[in-house]
């Protein structure tokens, strides 16, 4: 079994494999880049892709364990990795699937952090400060109301935050309620817009247009190798953010908004199917780590309406 830490013998098979995911699956960029890395790390660790065995794919994910992956992180791995192996079966490349008799490791069940709806009124509230500053430059006025318009729109939405920043500009109209969105695998879905969401993206697109900033197919257009405003730099200017608030940094997330949005529909009597294809989940078992806000809902309508509930 090979250790060393060159390329694998048959990464050719990686490119094919990619080109299926990203031509018969939609796979998206960020997700065929994690497929690279995850697939390249476990082929010089096996040193083989043709001739690894059951072992070998125990022995890398202990590997991992062994270099701090969490449990999560280990699966992702896995993931990856039966999905090849599967590939390479069904291309005739190999006679038999070696990840066939391997259980990942469990995932602790964690619920996602949650913004309470003060704060994230008191997270808009402080965007919204920020950008009716007096003295601002155009440039700074357009910047603070970009960010104000990011806020507003991802959690009106629950847009994810790649789906948020690659935004066309031709996507929010004045008298826009709905837009379409092209999300994971293809996939499109309606996504309502909210009154205060589109005017704070038309505030934007005003302030953007007086700093002199030139036509841009992006709603957020930036100086990035895509054209538009990036996940980190969307990331960290709400960090930000969340610091002038008053909203502890660590807690605050573009994922952490989109939560936000799922929670805070299902605590006021949203169905959970409904939260899923808003979500663009393809799954109801992905929407599923929000029955806890479900049963607390239940659980405080039972407390207030049910005779036997009631004390004395």
Do not use: C
């Not at 704060?119 to 950008?131: C, F, G, K, P, Y």
């Not at 997330?253 to 529909?265: C, E, G, N, Y």
């Amino acid at each position: 079994m090979k250790r060393a830490g060159t390329a694998a013998a048959g990464s050719h098979h990686v490119e094919a494999f990619l080109e299926m995911m990203s031509a018969e699956r939609g796979a998206a960029r960020n997700t065929l880049a994690a497929y690279q890395r995850d697939l390249e790390d476990y082929g010089r660790f096996v040193g083989s892709f043709e001739r690894a065995k059951t072992g070998d794919v125990r022995a890398y994910l202990i590997n991992l364990d062994g270099r701090g992956f969490a449990a999560p992180s280990v699966a992702r791995r896995l993931s990856a990795i039966r999905q090849f192996h599967r590939f390479l079966f069904s291309e005739n490349i190999r006679t038999d699937d070696p990840t066939g008799t391997i259980d990942g490791p469990r995932k602790p069940a964690r619920l996602p952090k949650v913004l309470s709806e003060q704060d994230v009124d008191r997270l808009i509230e402080t965007a919204a400060s920020l950008a009716g500053r007096e003295g601002l430059t155009p440039t700074e006025a357009a910047r603070a109301l970009r960010l104000q318009a990011l806020v507003e729109l991802l959690y009106a939405t629950g847009l994810r935050v790649s789906e948020l920043v690659g935004l066309k500009a031709t996507v929010v109209r004045s008298d826009a309620r709905f837009f379409a969105i092209r999300g994971k695998g293809g996939h499109e879905r309606i996504v309502p817009l909210s009154d205060k969401a589109r005017d704070a993206t038309a505030a934007y697109l005003s302030a953007r247009k007086a700093a002199g900033a030139g036509d841009s197919p992006w709603l957020f257009p930036a100086f990035s190798e895509s054209g538009h405003l990036t996940r980190q730099a969307f990331a960290r200017d709400l960090k930000g953010l969340a610091a002038a608030a008053g909203i502890a940094t660590a807690k605050i997330s573009p994922h952490v908004l989109r939560h936000a949005f799922a929670s805070h529909l299902l605590q006021n009597g949203a169905d959970l199917r409904v939260v899923q294809q808003l979500l663009g989940h393809a799954d109801i078992s992905t929407t599923q780590i929000y029955t806890h806000v479900l049963e607390e809902r239940l659980r405080a309508l039972v407390v207030a309406h049910h005779p036997l509930a009631k004390g004395g």
